[in-house]
Nanobody, 118 residues
Framework: VQLQASGGGLVQAGGSLRLSCAASGTTFTIDDMGWYRQAPGNKRELVAS???????NYADSVKGRFTISRDNAKNTVYLQMNSLKTEDTAVYYCDAEGWGAGDRFRSWGQGTQVTVSS
């Protein structure tokens, strides 16, 4: 399963961005999808995740500002980021876990840069 992320860019503090990540491949079922981020010198951290049933989980630092959603028919996960702060600057990665060809898989997208200027 391949993941293609898009939607990153440069935005001023207080602005908004929407990230998208589409999964493609043959014969697969996705359970959980999520977004992670990694800033220079930091470990990759979970930003938000969403189950196939729509249950969501957020890092405390983004609660109330970010919203994760998914379109199961399109195998796509979104991250709406509002009220962006300079500390949100990072490379954002999407991931998906599920089953394909009888095997469990976990795939990562290529990463998309989000830069928030002051």
């Amino acid at each position: 399963v391949q993941l293609q992320a898009s939607g990153g860019g440069l935005v001023q503090a207080g602005g908004s961005l929407r990230l998208s990540c589409a999964a493609s491949g043959t014969t697969f079922t996705i359970d959980d999808m999520g977004w992670y981020r990694q800033a220079p010198g930091n470990k990759r951290e979970l930003v938000a995740s969403i189950s196939s049933g729509g249950r969501t989980n957020y890092a405390d630092s983004v609660k109330g500002r970010f919203t994760i959603s998914r379109d199961n028919a399109k195998n796509t996960v979104y991250l709406q980021m509002n009220s962006l702060k300079t500390e949100d600057t990072a490379v954002y990665y999407c991931d998906a876990e599920g089953w394909g060809a009888g095997d469990r898989f976990r795939s990562w997208g290529q990463g998309t840069q989000v830069t928030v200027s002051s």
